[in-house]
């Protein structure tokens, strides 16, 4: 009996081991793809923050972010991040999965939609100017050269910054630096070079503002990515199987939100005490929320609840300073990203050390914590200094052989036509085959809106609006005793012209 009990207690505890390991491969996975949504969520929120003739591009560069970036990040990318084989500064094995154990592949997966995230951050600060070929190339050097060295630098167990002088290691638990700051960097410099969309400063320097088409899109937008991030800082705890990870997971989740909320709050609210425009703003509520939920990335599992809203309340505030900053330099960023990822970013990072509730400063108030300060301060510098050289030359050579902005036409007329051949909203594509009556005050307009009367690809309300227009002048020029006088009505480019009534 004693032979038999200890093989089935043998094979009992290999099964255990192999059901803790799917798991945790499963836990991996469904983190994973909830990530991946985020990429809905900046193409929602990017579209709606760009100008209407600009939507299709910036759809697309979101859509391959995924479809370039895994292809990117399958032939380089892990293998400079996390190969069996490296050094304390890049790893060399895996490269097209190759000697890659499938054990890796889940693992593989959760940080591509990582490096997916990096790049994206990119494309929203150089919308609207940026040559379709030179996003190409800037995308698969983010996704498989630059974010990979930091990942290895932090998150591999050969990563110089994860072994520090005297046991330090950088703490850094869902990507401030690694992801945000990365992205956040390589967009500060891409939209310094490209320089500013045309109109979005006058003569003298000053910034006139240029609204994105739809706010409901941003709305979306940030309600997705407020909903990836949770996956985003919980699921880096990377298991689910092992004594306490629920606890990790749960605790990372909570404050996230606690931190996005609170950045939300105090964006808003200093906003409409006069840091801008008085108002109650919607969009500065959003890229609050967000660089609170960026910046609670790094210590999500390490701070307790009142740690995150000190983190939240502070990124409010850094949102805010950081946005001016960049505008006051005279670098366009449609999207905020500099200020929501990079500020954000940086922020995060440097909080971890300061309100850890193990080794925090304002807890411990030792050497060891002072210690911690210093090495992410050095990771934060080095993250930056390393992702700010290789943008630079990056966007530098790109300006300087002509390839890195479109031309002075096609950014006035819109990339959508000229580049995709699909304009988001064609005019055509509205409308129906039926009569439609206008009634206005007893009066009707009456065939096909959209073919008769000069109304060719108008939209209904459009020719509501005319019709309205055209009746009440009228009804002065009757009362006046004067002569009708030529109306205009809008052309099919949604242009106006005169023609006779």
Same mark, same amino acid.
């Given at each position: ?100 154990? !499938? ?9 591509? $939609?990582?490096? #997916?995230?990096?790049? *994206? /951050?990119? @494309? =929203? ?112 705890? !990377? ?9 990790? $997971?749960?605790? #990372?989740?909570?404050? *996230? /939100?606690? @931190? =996005? ?131 630079? /030359?990056?966007? =530098? ?105």
């Amino acid at each position: 009996m004693e032979p038999n009990g200890t093989v089935d207690l043998l094979v009992l505890n290999d099964q255990l081991a192999a059901l803790r390991s799917n798991a945790d491969m499963f836990f991996l996975l469904i983190m994973a793809c909830l990530i991946f949504f985020m990429q809905a969520g900046f193409a929602f929120l990017e579209a709606g923050s760009v100008r209407s003739k600009n939507t299709t591009n910036i759809l697309l560069k979101n859509l391959l972010d995924v479809c370039l970036g895994a292809v990117v990040y399958w032939a380089f990318g892990y293998a400079f991040a996390f190969g069996s084989e490296s050094n304390s500064f890049i790893g060399y094995r895996y490269f097209f999965f190759e000697s890659m154990p !499938a054990d890796n592949y889940s693992h593989w997966f959760f940080h591509f $939609v990582f490096a #997916a995230t990096a790049a *994206t /951050i990119v @494309s =929203g600060a150089m919308a609207e100017r940026t040559d379709f070929m030179a996003y190409l190339i800037y995308s698969c050097v983010i996704t498989g050269f630059v974010y990979p060295v930091v990942t290895h630098w932090a998150w591999d167990g050969s990563g110089w910054l994860a072994n520090g002088p005297d046991g330090i290691a950088y703490q850094d638990f869902a990507g401030s630096g690694v992801v945000h700051m990365v992205g956040g960097t390589a967009a500060l410099f891409g939209a310094a070079i490209l320089g500013p969309r045309i109109g979005r400063f006058d003569a003298n320097g000053k910034p006139k503002p240029i609204e994105g088409h739809t706010v409901p899109n941003v709305a979306l937008g940030g309600f997705i990515l407020f909903f990836g991030f949770f996956a985003f800082n919980g699921g880096s705890q !990377a298991s689910i199987s092992a004594e306490g990870d629920g606890v990790i $997971v749960a605790t #990372a989740i909570v404050n *996230t /939100i606690l @931190s =996005g909320s609170a950045g939300a709050l105090v964006a808003m609210v200093i906003r409409r005490a006069g840091f801008g425009t008085g108002h109650w703003s919607f969009l500065t509520a959003v890229n609050g929320g967000l660089t609170g939920m960026v910046a609670i990335c790094a210590g999500c599992n390490a701070v307790a609840a009142w740690g995150a809203i000190i983190i939240g309340i502070i990124s409010g505030f850094t949102y805010l300073v950081w946005s001016w900053l960049v505008l006051k330099c005279k670098v366009d960023d449609p999207l905020d990203a500099v200020a929501v990822h990079l500020g954000g970013g940086l922020w995060g990072v440097i909080s971890v050390p300061l309100l850890s509730y193990e080794s925090g400063i304002l807890t411990k108030w030792d050497l060891d914590s002072a210690k911690l300060l210093g090495w992410n301060l050095a990771g934060a510098g080095a993250i930056f200094g390393w992702s700010g050289l290789i943008s630079l /030359i990056l966007f =530098g050579v790109m300006r300087c052989i002509g390839i890195l902005r479109v031309s002075e036409e096609i950014e006035i007329k819109g990339l959508d036509i000229y580049k995709h051949g699909e304009p988001a909203y064609p005019l055509s594509a509205y409308g129906h085959g039926w009569s439609v009556d206008v009634e206005k005050s007893g009066k009707h307009v009456n065939g096909n809106a959209f073919t008769n009367g000069g109304f060719d690809g108008v939209l209904p309300v459009q020719v509501f609006h005319v019709s309205n227009t055209n009746e009440q002048a009228n009804h002065a020029n009757d009362a006046n005793g004067e002569k009708k006088q030529p109306q205009s009505s809008p052309s099919a480019d949604g242009n106006t012209e005169n023609t006779q009534m």
